[in-house]
C-alpha cells in the first residue's frame, strides 16, 4: 500500500513537472496571454526605470528603438526606373489622379450617351 502511494506520487510529480508545449492548434486562454503581457510590461518598465539613470543609455535605447530607415526602392514605370524622390511623388500623384477620377455630373454622361445614340442614328450603313 506505501509501495502503490510512493509510485502515485512518482507519476503525478513527473506530469506535474513535465514541460507541456502548445501546439499551433492549441489556444491559448487569454487569462495567459494576459500575464503574458504583464510580464512583459513589467520587464519594459524595470528596463526604462534603469535607463532613466543612465543618460549614456537612454539614447542608445532610443537609438536601437529608432525605425531603420533605408534608401526606398526605385519606381519602375512605362519609361524606366525613377529614383528621385521628386520624381516619385509625381509619379505617384499622375497614378492616383488616373486611377480615382472625380465624380462627373449624371448629366455629363447622359449626354455623352444621347450624343453617342444620334451619331448612331445618323450613320449610313450602306443598306
Known amino acids: 500500500m506505501v509501495r502503490q502511494f510512493e509510485e502515485d506520487v512518482k507519476k503525478a510529480m513527473a506530469a506535474a513537472t513535465k514541460v507541456k508545449t502548445i501546439s499551433h492548434r492549441e489556444r491559448i486562454p487569454d487569462y495567459i496571454k494576459e ?22 543609455a537612454l539614447s542608445k535605447m532610443a537609438k ?14 512605362e519609361t524606366g526606373i525613377i529614383n528621385e524622390p521628386k520624381d516619385k511623388t509625381e509619379e505617384f500623384t499622375n497614378y492616383f489622379e488616373n486611377t480615382f477620377l472625380p465624380n462627373k455630373p449624371a448629366s455629363n454622361d447622359l449626354e455623352k450617351f444621347a450624343n453617342a445614340i444620334n451619331g448612331l442614328a445618323h450613320t449610313d450603313y450602306g443598306d
Open 35 to 56: 500575464d503574458i503581457a504583464d510580464l512583459h510590461n513589467l520587464q519594459w518598465e524595470k528596463k526604462i526605470e534603469q535607463l532613466d539613470q543612465d543618460q549614456s
Open 64 to 77: 536601437a528603438l529608432k525605425p531603420k530607415s533605408g534608401k526606398k526602392p526605385p519606381l519602375k514605370n
